[in-house]
């Protein structure tokens, strides 16, 4: 999680997609975008004083070269021939199904609702050392969902077990449940960079996939 000092390449950036009636369905890389919108899938939306402006790749890449000099390094990608403004919104013009209400399971998002902090003892860990912990153990008919699982460290997840907090001597920080909101969302939110974002998101689809960076 990076801010501030560190810059990233404007290719690491995110980019929040829309179905074709603007709802807001999930986050994709500035690098995957743009194949898109070459590709004609999907226009940029522009937001400019709460007005929406609808680019396709050849008006985008005019409005770029025009503001070009005026951007900031970072919200610009320069190739040998031309220089394109990364796009913070798109629409994908022929998608029609509507978001998600709820997060997917996985790592990732396990990882990130937990603050990458085991829930036994209490420690931050990057990813590689980060395992996940049935509290109730498989064995028991413990599921894998959301408030069976937790981020857990290498230490941690061997010396519990096949067992119940309780017999292994161990407490969890927190009781597990089904985050209301994706964390990773809420991080880029917070980012000023993003701020375009909000216009189309509402707390209902705060649970969004999120790519990138
Ligand atoms: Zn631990």
Known sequence: ????????????G???VLNRFYMA?????VRRSLVLL????AEVIDVENGQYFNYSFESWLELSSLMAEHEHEDDVIHSVHFAIRVPRVMRL???DKVPRQTLRFNRRNLFARDDHTCQYCGNVFPLSQLSFDHVIPRSRGG???????????LSCNGHKGDRLPTEAGMKLLRKPVR??????????LDNPKYESWRSFISP?????EVAGD
Not at 1 to 12: E, I, K
Not at 25 to 29: D, F, K, M, R, T
């Open 204 to 208: 209902a689809n705060l649970a969004l």
């Open 143 to 153: 599921a894998t969902s959301w408030d069976n699982v937790v981020s857990c460290c």
């Open 1 to 12: 999680m990076s801010n501030g000092s560190h810059r990233g390449s404007p290719l690491d």
């Open 25 to 29: 369905i999930h986050v994709i890389s």
């Open 179 to 188: 985050p209301k909101q994706n964390p990773l969302l809420r991080l880029k």
């Open 14 to 16: 995110s980019v929040l």
């Open 38 to 41: 070459y590709r004609d899938l």
């Open 93 to 95: 013009m022929n998608y």
